[in-house]
């Protein structure tokens, strides 16, 4: 059968991310295929699972979750939840002897994340943090371009993301709103992506964060969560990034790394498709041609070779950890007003 040597995954959260964008992405995998579903909402993944062809055996509850144990046809556990639901599923899929795929963040707090890692060592389990800029053909082009020196010595990098959060309106974005389940506000949703870009983008890790916020606090939305908030990085090759993230702009995802040759622009830089790349220089500006890939597939083919051949991720746990770690970094310095090191 075509889906022979596919690895089986566990899809744990049927929300918006989970349904719209992953779940219908494995038609184009070569080794990963869905075998099981865990939901709160029974009905939605009846018909999630008739769809997807899941046995009905191999739909589970939050509640008998623990169970996925005794399902030969579950290598892999996606954990699609809420932020702060991230590290009790996690630990949990690794005591019932499965590998973990989790989404970003990694958690909402850096003990939360060393939990993680620590319970999927201690079970001998693969632990991967779905960043799927590490898997897209526009980012990885920009990573190489800028390793080989195509932009000269990297000066700086800016990068921003925005998109207008609205609770009252969608479901998805009811939880982040709320401190308890989303850890933090734009910062830890997609004020992410520019943090970790950075650190992608220069291959080095910041030694000093500095950063402001600013909320509106008669927004009903922002009372527990953060809408603005710009932080800068160094790093140790004095590359300077200066990054913003946001609830209230229109939606933005866009990065540029300036070098002393060139500069290079993504927009946007981690969208679900439709990338560009620009380079720009005295000699004028150019757009080069990339194919654009299937992002999402090359990510849980990714997870299903690493288990098969018994490799490290490309972006393991503890490349979630020092994210969340900077996150951390970056509220003290926006709460105290002052340059934090790390
Ligand atoms: P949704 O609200 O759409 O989905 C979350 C799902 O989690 C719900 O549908 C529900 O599924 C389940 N759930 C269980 N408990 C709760 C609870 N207390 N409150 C709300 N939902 C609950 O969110 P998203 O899909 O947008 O985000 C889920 C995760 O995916 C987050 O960690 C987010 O950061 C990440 N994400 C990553 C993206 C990326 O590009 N990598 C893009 C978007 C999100 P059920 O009804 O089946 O129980």
Redesign the pocket.
Known sequence: PADSGKLGFAI??????????IMPNFKDCKYARITA?????PD??KKLAQEYGVAEKSVYS?ENFDSIKDNPEVDIVY?????S??AEYTIRAAQAGKHVL????MATSVEDCEKMIAACKKANKKLMI???AHYEPFNLEAMDRIRKGELGKLRAITSDHGRPVKPTE???????V?KK??GGGSL??IG??ALNACRYLTGEEPVEITAQEFSDKSDPRFKEVEDNIHFTLRFPSGVLASCTSSYSYSEVKRGRAFGDKAWLDLDPL?D?KEHTMKIGSDEGKQEPKIKEGNQFAAELDHMAECVRDNKTPKTPGEEGLKDVRYIMAIYEAAKKGKAVKV
């Not at 744990?12 to 964008?21: M, P, S, Y």
């Not at 954990?79 to 932020?83: A, E, G, Q």
């Not at 989790?102 to 963040?105: D, G, R, Y």
């Not at 969608?170 to 982040?176: H, N, T």
């Open positions: 744990v959260g049927l929300g918006k991310f989970a349904t719209e964008q579903l865990v939901s709160g909402t939605k993944a939050y954990i699609i939840l809420p932020n639901m991230h989790c989404e970003k963040p779905a960043y799927r969608d479901k998805a974005d009811s939880w982040r709320v389940l989303a830890m949703d992410i992506y981690s679900y």
